[in-house]
């Protein structure tokens, strides 16, 4: 029993049981997005994998190209959206991408001698508020994030070409606007080499290079999707430097609110630090004699985190997953070296070290649930706008166009109803890069700031609004974005509610 107890066959049945366990139990889903990935996966089924194009939304550069940035993903999604059943298949592929998750965190931390796998595998589970719901999450990003930690591995630990060029290719085949990530890694580790006096990997930094091209390439249209990849990642990160009113998830944010540095950010950079400090401690008592691949992965690991650390903090919470995923690579490396020079310790203070790492995981589990649970009870229900939609279905023309104010309502209307088509959905990014005259039009609207004049509503084409930019609401949905119908929230819009 004991045996078993320590084997991956245990660890696998834990992880597997935590990824069933928290995509089954809430009744709603985790995120919103999901909804339209498996309605777009279904899509690809029933009319064929090589048709890229995209009408539902007609005012945004996802539209315009007719090219899909997630196109791997998609495809991965199809099984799932073939089972009669989109929700269930939704919850089927949120408990297989969890489970991939963990058990690739798991393997990898294995696989660089990274001691008590599982305890720092649960520990990234429970490591973050943000981290744990996007674990649970139907999107691209987290598999992103386990083939690029698989990437570093492979990288540290010199594995083949081969390995490498099909890490690559998976991450731009899977989510094309995060293929900077693994030249990122090879910058990083390639120089963490250099300095503790390894030698560059021409030819495997070739094989990711080449990966990389490949996973591009392999989709329809890819040279649009290249340009739908920079609007994505270049483009929004110069607007947002500009502060261009765009309208962001909350993932999109820096994580420098009080609240989140105190719960998200703090917890964990204690713990890097204190392995930080806790190793120059260590090298300074028994010398800095260490194996260079250690050196490597310890460098490297500890430079990758502090980086999404700080973009994590100062730009978008969504980096959340890498900060504390390396930096639990590095914390964990830090500890299994403690342990080689401290055996005898470790095993005499052993039942008191346990009682202290469960009290550490019960705090950070007590923590990130607290408000992973509240990030569920403000979800919409799984049916959110089907009756909407249905009525939309049953009374409107094919192709009629719906203005959907809100950009995050449109991957629920899509999942229901693929009879219209919509305004923008996804990031608001793709509809500023299609025409920002008319993204400001929306903008107003969107966030309820019209001003009514003798019965009338009007928005404004340019932001701050002036002389010569105004034009009525009506105009507006009528003239320029040619909408037949109008979605609104009354919560969320009760000016244009009022209006209408």
Avoid at 182 to 197: C, E, S, W, Y
Avoid at 203 to 228: C, Q
Avoid at 270 to 298: C, D, N, P, W, Y
């Amino acid at each position: 029993m004991k045996k078993f107890c320590n084997s991956t066959a245990a660890a696998m049945l834990v992880l597997g049981s935590l990824a069933v366990f928290f995509n089954f139990y809430f009744t709603t889903l985790a995120g919103v997005d999901g909804y339209y990935h498996i309605r777009h996966a279904w899509i690809y089924a029933t009319q064929g994998i090589f048709n890229s194009a995209f009408p539902w939304l007609q005012y945004s550069v996802v539209g315009q190209l007719g090219t899909d940035i997630w196109y791997g993903f998609h495809i991965f999604l199809i099984p799932f959206s073939l089972l009669g059943d989109l929700l269930l298949g939704l919850r089927l592929a949120a408990t297989v991408i969890t489970f991939a998750a963990l058990a690739g965190f798991y393997t990898i931390l294995k696989k660089l001698e990274i001691r008590w796998p599982v305890f720092w595998t649960l520990l990234f589970f429970f490591s973050a508020p943000d981290v744990n719901f996007r674990l649970l999450m139907v999107r691209p990003h987290i598999l992103t994030f386990i083939l690029v930690l698989t990437l570093f591995y492979a990288l540290v630990k010199n594995r083949s070409g081969k390995l490498i060029f099909s890490l690559s290719a998976g991450v731009a085949f899977i989510h094309l606007a995060m293929a900077w990530l693994p030249i990122l890694m090879a910058i990083i580790v390639n120089g963490t080499q250099k300095i503790v006096g390894g030698k560059w990997e021409i030819k495997k930094n070739l094989a990711g290079a080449a990966g990389l091209i490949v996973g591009w390439l392999a989709r329809p249209e890819p040279f649009s999707a290249i340009k739908l990849a920079y609007i994505q990642v270049v483009q929004l990160a110069i607007e947002k430097f500009n502060n261009t009113p765009l309208r962001f998830g909350v993932e999109l944010r820096p994580g420098n609110r009080l609240s989140v540095v105190i719960n998200e950010i703090l917890p964990v950079a204690f713990l890097i630090m204190l392995a930080v400090i806790s190793l120059i401690l260590l090298i300074k008592k028994h010398g800095g004699q260490m194996e260079k691949t250690r050196k490597v992965i310890m460098g490297s690991s500890l430079a990758i985190s502090i980086i999404f650390g700080f973009i994590t903090y100062g730009v978008a919470r969504r980096a959340a997953d890498i900060w504390i995923g390396f930096g639990l690579v590095f914390v964990g490396l830090a500890i299994s070296i403690f342990y080689e020079h401290y055996a005898g310790v470790f095993n005499k203070l052993k039942i008191k070290l346990v009682v202290l790492a469960s009290i550490l995981l019960l705090g950070f589990t007590a923590n990130t649930l607290r408000f992973t649970l509240d990030y569920f009870k403000n979800l919409p229900p799984t049916n959110a706008f089907q009756e909407s939609a249905d009525w939309l279905k049953t009374h409107t023309r094919p192709g009629d166009i719906v203005f959907n104010i809100h950009w995050d309502n449109f991957p629920s209307l899509f999942f229901w109803n693929q009879h219209n088509y919509y305004i923008n959905g996804m990031d608001p990014i793709f509809e500023y890069a299609f025409n920002k005259n008319l993204y400001l039009e929306h903008y107003f609207i969107d966030i309820d700031k019209v001003f009514i004049y003798e019965g009338e509503a009007y928005t404004c084409t340019t932001n701050p609004c002036g002389p010569g930019a105004i034009i009525s609401v009506y105009d507006s949905l009528k003239n320029n974005f040619k909408a037949d119908y109008i979605f609104i929230e009354m919560a969320r819009n009760p000016i244009i509610y009022k209006y209408l």
